[in-house]
């Protein structure tokens, strides 16, 4: 799994890929938590579940990130690690993750503030191997 950020104008591109569609939402989610603050910096205290359903996956990965931020900002935490499954139905895609995650230690190391996830450029694919998950966040 791997992670990048991508210049988009005023805003950042986030992408994840993997060999699998789990590996790449882990990613995506690693690269907009890294640009609010250096992910080693955050210790694995809690665990947050979240549950969610969209009927394709690029709404469920656009659900879910929202969804991430907002249990992060509710709970003052961070998420650095992620246990994820998708499973997928007749017309819908499912998604139960385990987010682990801690507090920001020193108010110092704060980056950027990532405000929301957008359908901008978002989109979730096969590419030979890997699976690819992407989008831009409003910073």
């Given at each position: 799994m791997t992670y990048e950020t991508f210049e988009h104008g005023a805003d950042i591109g986030i992408r994840g890929k993997g060999k699998s569609i789990e590996e790449a939402f882990e990613g995506v989610a690693k690269a907009m938590f890294s640009i609010m603050i250096d992910l080693?910096?955050?210790d694995c205290e809690k665990k947050i579940k979240i549950e969610?359903?969209?009927?394709?996956l690029t709404s469920l990965m656009v659900f879910?990130?929202?969804k991430l931020l907002t249990?992060?900002?509710l709970n003052n935490i961070i998420f650095k690690e992620f246990e994820i499954s998708i499973k997928k139905t007749?017309?819908?895609f499912f998604i139960t993750s385990f987010n682990h995650g801690g507090k920001i230690k020193?108010?110092?190391d704060i980056g950027?503030?990532?405000k929301g996830v957008t359908y901008s450029l978002a989109k979730v694919f096969k590419k030979n191997d890997l699976?690819?998950?992407q989008c831009v966040v409003d910073v």
């Open positions: 080693d910096k955050i969610l359903e969209s009927n394709d879910w990130l929202n249990e992060a900002d007749n017309d819908s020193d108010l110092d950027v503030e990532v699976w690819i998950a």
